[in-house]
């Protein structure tokens, strides 16, 4: 399986900014056909799912993040991103980076991900 590693976490603001990263690594990265999803997990709820991205571009955001944050990746460098903008205290949270390889489709069930990176902590303030 790939690895994963999640980096990027950390404070901002109401109305801020955050960018996550998540470097894949071992089993060929993420290879040609692969699905690559953004989750999180706040503080005493269950891991939902904020947005997926399937290797030949479709992307799929949460209702409560649509708009605000987009995800992205660099093939080249088998990085994803999360570009987190106008965030929220409801943003506060554990965001794991997860992907599931030689797939071509994606899904909004974590159960759905074999790999998982060991999650970056985001804290928004009011």
């Known amino acids: 399986q790939v690895q994963l590693n999640e980096s990027g976490g950390g404070s901002a603001q109401s109305g801020g900014s955050l960018r996550l990263s998540c470097v894949a690594s071992?089993?060929?990265?993420?290879?040609?056909?692969?699905?690559m999803a953004w989750f999180r997990q706040g503080s005493g709820k269950e891991r939902e799912f904020v947005s997926y991205?399937?290797?030949?571009?479709?992307?799929r955001y949460a209702d409560s993040v649509n708009g605000r944050f987009t995800i992205s990746q660099d093939k080249d460098k088998n990085t994803l991103y999360l570009d987190m903008n106008d965030v929220t205290p409801d943003d506060t949270g554990t965001y794991y980076c997860a992907a599931r390889e030689i797939s071509h489709s994606c899904s909004r069930m974590s159960s759905w991900y074999p790999s998982w990176g060991q999650g970056t902590q985001v804290t928004v303030s009011s």
């Open positions: 991205i399937l290797s030949d571009g479709v992307i």
């Open positions: 071992g089993s060929g990265g993420t290879g040609d056909r692969h699905c």
